[in-house]
């Protein structure tokens, strides 16, 4: 339960640093993030010693990054519906499938 935990918690803090740097310095920041999330999921799967921790991850992830990409009470988006933040959505949901399915 605790490593579940943790690696919910892992996969919000990999969301959380690939979506502040994604559209930072375009292309470098999305390039950056995008090896990041690929990265971060692995090492969570890896030093689990678990392919099925990786899911938590991913959902963790994936419920940071989606929630940051609609409005909020003030209309603030942190994701925006340009070119940069279109790829980042959909190469780093392919990535968390294609990660997430990879044997550890």
Excluded: C, D, Q
Excluded at 16 to 35: D, E, K, M, R, Y
Excluded at 68 to 73: F, I
Aim: glycine letters at 12%; proline letters at 3%.
């Amino acid at each position: 339960m605790v490593r579940l935990i943790l690696a919910t918690f892992a996969g919000v803090v990999v969301g959380f640093s690939t979506l502040v740097i994604h559209n930072a310095w375009p292309p470098v920041g999305l390039i950056f993030a995008l090896i990041e999330t690929a990265v971060g999921i692995y090492l969570i799967g890896s030093i689990s010693g678990s392919r099925w921790l990786k899911l938590p991850a991913a959902i963790g992830w994936l419920a940071i990054v989606l929630r940051a990409g609609t409005h909020g009470v003030s209309f603030e988006i942190l994701v925006m519906g340009n070119t940069t933040g279109n790829i980042f959505l959909l190469a780093g949901i392919s990535l968390l499938v294609l990660v997430g399915l990879k044997r550890v």
